[in-house]
């Protein structure tokens, strides 16, 4: 699996649009991307997931470059609940995405 | 969605007892589950593959012994704790797939926080 670096943590304030980027520099034509959120004492929850350009759905957007070798999650207009850990991960269409590898995500914190 | 759920969410037990964990795929069924270990601050680490019907894969490190893995049906997986000790104090959490949703995506429960005194 394509190892992925994120950074470890980021900060923001109520209202701001938030970038968290990953990357996977050895990214293979299989992989795809996914990002969960995590709360604390809480199991991951799935927000969004692409294989290349943008991907959007009602809770984030997704920038995937043509070279695939890093992704932006977008939140917009976060709020003091997205506080949370988020990961990236990369995998392989042929593997069952249960099976996973979590990186060391990267730690939110929204203020007020 | 698909819906998996952990029982119990939180349980504390004496060194040296085992502890049973249930992870449950409410509303499909669930051919394969897997089982993750989280210490505080980490992140998840696979610790086993089950398929129903058949022996758990475990990962590099995991010993099969204390941790039995069941998945007798397509909506039930259980991992068992034997012989806990305070080291084995830690979130346990499940993941399922099977015939519901992409196939790249993981529906994890809620978890099941384990502390040995």
């Known amino acids: 699996l394509a190892k992925t670096t994120q950074p470890i943590s980021m900060d923001s304030y109520e209202g701001q649009e938030v970038n968290i980027t990953c990357s996977h520099n050895?990214?293979?034509?299989?992989?795809?991307i996914t990002w969960y959120q995590q709360f604390p004492s809480q199991g991951p929850r799935f927000i969004i997931q692409?294989?290349?350009t943008k991907v959007t759905n009602e809770v984030a957007s997704l920038f995937i470059p043509a070279d695939r070798k890093s992704s932006t999650l977008s939140l917009p207009r976060v709020s003091l609940s997205d506080t949370a850990v988020y990961y990236c991960?990369?995998?392989?269409?042929?593997?069952?995405?249960?099976?996973?590898?979590f990186g060391d995500g990267t730690t939110l914190t929204v203020k007020p | 969605g698909a819906v998996v759920s952990q029982h119990p969410s939180w349980v504390i037990c004496k060194s040296g007892t085992s502890v049973k964990i249930e992870c449950r795929s409410l509303?499909?069924?669930?051919?394969?589950m897997f089982w993750y270990r989280q210490f505080p601050k980490q992140s998840l680490m696979l610790m086993a593959t089950?398929?129903?019907?058949?022996?758990?894969?475990?990962e590099q490190g995991v010993e099969k012994d204390k941790f039995l893995i069941n998945h007798a049906s397509l909506t039930l997986s259980t991992l068992t704790v034997t012989s806990a000790h305070p080291e084995d104090s830690s979130f346990y959490i499940c993941?399922?797939?099977?015939?519901?949703?992409?196939?790249?995506?993981?529906?994890f429960g809620q978890g099941t926080r384990l502390t040995v005194v």
């Open positions: 993941s399922a797939s099977g015939d519901i949703g992409r196939n790249t995506e993981a529906f």
């Open positions: 509303d499909f069924q669930a051919t394969t």
């Open positions: 050895n990214i293979a034509t299989n992989d795809y």
């Open positions: 089950s398929n129903e019907g058949s022996k758990a894969t475990y």
């Open positions: 692409g294989y290349k």
């Open positions: 991960l990369v995998g392989d269409y042929n593997t069952n995405a249960g099976k996973s590898t």
